[in-house]
């Protein structure tokens, strides 16, 4: 009757074993898919905001009929209203457009150009008249964000772009 117990307890504990193995693996596989997802946005976000604050985009004097490549600076690191009113004007009227030309297709997309101070950054050009906020801030679990210093109309403003999958 012991050696009957004992195999039991034995069947118990492997059947107990095996199912905490599985639910470990499969649980460490989801942690390990996020930090992939996290780094993979990270490296978008890096390089949108290289493109559009290091690049006078593609073509030079790019519209927003031929833009093949958004850049809004004249020099590095110096925003030209026209360039950024542009953008934001065809984020406006065509989000997808700006969206896969940034490479962020089928995400989450936030832009926001704001004063130190935390104001965003009014636009009166010919092309735009608004605030150059592109989407609304969202909560994701997983989201890349970066806050880069740049120059707006001789004065320094914060840069903020944020992607993110939403669910």
């Known amino acids: 009757m012991k050696g009957q117990i004992s195999s ?11 199912g905490i193995y599985a639910f470990l693996t499969s649980a460490y ?9 996290f780094e993979s946005l990270s490296l978008k976000t890096s390089v949108v905001s290289s493109n ?4 006078q ?5 790019w ?20 360039k950024l009113a542009a ?8 989000l997808s457009r700006t969206s896969e030309l940034l490479g962020v297709s089928g995400y989450g997309f936030y832009f926001n150009v704001s004063y130190l101070n935390g104001s965003i950054v009014s636009i ?13 801030d969202f909560n994701s679990t997983t989201a890349a964000s970066v806050r880069s210093l ?8 914060f840069v903020i772009i944020k992607i993110g999958v939403i669910s």
């Open 8 to 18: 039991i307890d034995a069947l118990i504990a492997i059947l107990l074993f095996t």
């Open 29 to 37: 596989q989801g942690i390990d898919l996020e930090r992939d997802e």
């Open 52 to 55: 559009l604050l290091s690049s």
């Open 57 to 61: 985009g593609e073509p030079f004097n």
């Open 63 to 82: 519209t927003q009929a031929d833009v093949s490549q958004f850049g809004l600076v004249v020099n590095r690191g110096v925003i030209e209203r026209n």
């Open 87 to 94: 953008f934001l004007n065809l984020s406006q009227n065509n």
């Open 124 to 136: 009166a050009a010919p092309s735009f008249n608004g605030q150059a906020v592109i989407g609304s």
């Open 150 to 157: 740049a120059v707006y109309d001789n004065l320094p403003v």
